[in-house]
Each structure stands twice: as C-alpha cells, then as structure tokens.
C-alpha cells in the first residue's frame, strides 16, 4: 500500500518542486494520524494500518527532504516509456517507494540521520502489527486490537518520533509546528481509551492491595495502576498493570553509613545521612560483580539508553534478567546481536539482524557501505 500520490495544495504552487513533495508527504502524514485517533474507538484495525502510515510517511518526507529520488526503492527499475523520465513518473506517484526498513537504513547510511534503536524498535513493532492486521486473520484478533494493546504501543511511536522531529529535525519540520502540537495532543488523548482497562483490572489491584501490596500511580497514564514491587532487594519498580510503564530505582546501602541511597539514573545518588556520592563506575563495581568475584560477569549493551559502555548486570536467581545501572530499566531478555554478535539487552533481537544493533547497522548498513 502506497500513499504517495502529491497532490499539491493550490497556495503551495509557487514552492519550489522538492518543496512541494515534502509538503504532500507530510500533510497525508498528518492525514493519517489524525484518522488513526478518530478511528481507534470504533475501528482498531484501521486505527492500526493508518497510524503506521503516518509513521512512515514522516520519516520518507525526511527522507525526501535530503532528496527526491532516496525515497525511490530501486531507481534502476523504474518502468518508464521512452519520451517519460524518472521525474515524471515519480510526480504521477507511479513508482514503489522505500519500506520503513531502507528507509531507515538510507536515513542512517546516506544521509547521516541518527535514529536511535529504540525508536527503530519501536517503529518496527508497528509495522509488525499492521502486517498482522492486513495479511492474515488473525487468531489472536482481540488479543492484538485490544486498546490496550495499541494505545501504548502508538504513544511509544509517536513519542520517539515527536522527539526526532522537534530535537533534531526542526529545520525540515517548522512549517507544520501548530499541527505537529495538535498531533500530540490528540494521540497522547488517547491514552482516555485505558479507562476500560483500568477498569477491567480494578478488582485484581483491590484485592491485591487488602493482600498488602502497594499500588502507586503511573507517572505515564495516570492510572493508580502502577504496582510497587522491590525486586531482588535492589530495585524499587513502580510497574503499571495498565499501560505497562516501568519506574525503577535502584536502592543500595551506604558503604559508609549503612543508610539506604535512592539512585535515580546513571548510577548518580548521594547518601541524606553522611553525603557520600555514588556514581556509574561505583555501581559497576560494587553491585555488577555480587553473584561470584572470581568470574566475570557478562555486562550488556543496553538498547533502552544506548549507554556507550557495557551497563547491563545479570539479576534474578538464575541470571535470566537483567539490570541496567545506567537507566535502571529491568530488562527481561538479553542475548546476541545476530548480526555483530555482541550482548545486547532490552532490543528485538529477530530484527537486529537486518537493522543491527547500537553497535553495529546490520545487514541492511553493511549491504550499502
Ligand atoms: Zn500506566
Ligand atoms: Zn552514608
Ligand atoms: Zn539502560
Ligand atoms: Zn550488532
């Protein structure tokens, strides 16, 4: 499915031709994503293939900003009469245009344009969901248009992608800031759509709070859903039953005092009693190697912060977890890069091959250098 089609709004004849492309890319991006929210209630599956579209669509105007042709998928086969050039053709929207994966790659390799993993991640996850919901019936269908579901995974997207546009990409982007403000306004009102959810799990927290268990409210969707849980006697989460939002602190004994330090992120924290401060390097070194001094232990890279040293320590009583001393994400899976082979945690691995990890472009950067 391609949304390429330019039409050019009559005020915008006088822009220059690039200009008026990215214009047309970014105002169906816009388009899109506006259908996308409206849709969400009544028709979650469409909510899902327009929200993607959306996604896309920025990031090809991006694309296209450096230039036109980058958004062509294979220039050399584009099928053209004799008297017709590639430019023609591209104009009449008649040509396949990139995936999200060369895109991402071409935005990478081409053109320099950091996107981090976990935006790429992310990104991927709903292209992921939108060929589910267009290629197959699917026996999970309630499983995977449940708002819960989408919500959460929408607002990810859309807030890493926010991030790149108004960060880094502002120069390309400026033109569009009210309805860039509106767009987020509109998905982040869809967080609303939990209310169900929360609901629906309301019986479980109140019974779990007679039990004594202490629920907070989540710093993401507002909810009091967020379950307390002090994990290992070193992290302090605030875990969210509803949107699935993790908040952890990692609490540790003053070496001096005994008093308990409170560590927000990248290992900084400093004692209330006698002021003695922790940092990154003392973490590492005072709680990474706990399990057994003699052996070393296997530290990942972590895909949440892209920290740019190994920051993710083994936890749990079989090491099947992992911890990372830098954003205090607890990770669940850990593994190899499938394409650089290095330990990375918090990252699909499936994909990492094709896209690679923070420490490597993957095979798609690899087939183009
Ligand atoms: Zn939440
Ligand atoms: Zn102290
Ligand atoms: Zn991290
Ligand atoms: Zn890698």
Known sequence: MDFEHFEIDDDKLDMPEPNKFFDSLVRNAIDFLKKSVIELEKSPKYSVIHFYAAIELFLKARLLS??????????????????????????????????????????????????????????????????????????????????????????????????????DWWDHFQEYQDEIEDLYGLVHGNWKYLEA????????????????????????????????????GLVYSNSCLVCHNQNNKIHIPCPECEKEIIIKDQGIGECSKCGFETDFEFLLSKIGHYQDPKEDP????????????????????YDDEGLCLNCNTLHGYEGQCHYCGELVAGMDLESSYSFGCMLCKGSFGADNS
């Open 298 to 317: 296997e530290v990942a890279y972590c895909a949440e912060c892209e920290h740019s040293e190994p920051s993710v320590i083994p936890v749990g009583e």
């Open 66 to 167: 450096e230039h036109w042709t980058l958004i062509v998928s294979d220039i050399n086969k584009v099928q053209k009469k004799k008297d017709e050039t590639i430019l023609t053709k591209f104009k009449a929207g008649d040509f396949i245009s990139v995936g999200l994966k060369k895109c991402i790659e071409r935005l990478r390799d081409t053109c320099e344009v950091k996107i981090p993993v976990k935006a790429v991640d992310y990104f991927d996850q709903l292209r992921k969901h939108r060929n589910k919901m267009v290629q197959f019936y699917h026996p999970d269908y309630s499983e995977i248009t449940s708002l819960a579901t989408i919500v959460p995974e929408q607002w990810s997207a859309w807030y890493h992608l926010h991030r790149l546009i108004v960060d």
């Open 197 to 232: 959810k929360y609901n629906e799990i309301r019986p479980q927290i109140e019974s779990e709070k007679r039990e004594g268990v202490t629920f907070n409210k989540c710093s993401l969707c507002g909810y009091e859903s967020a379950k307390f849980e002090d994990f290992y």
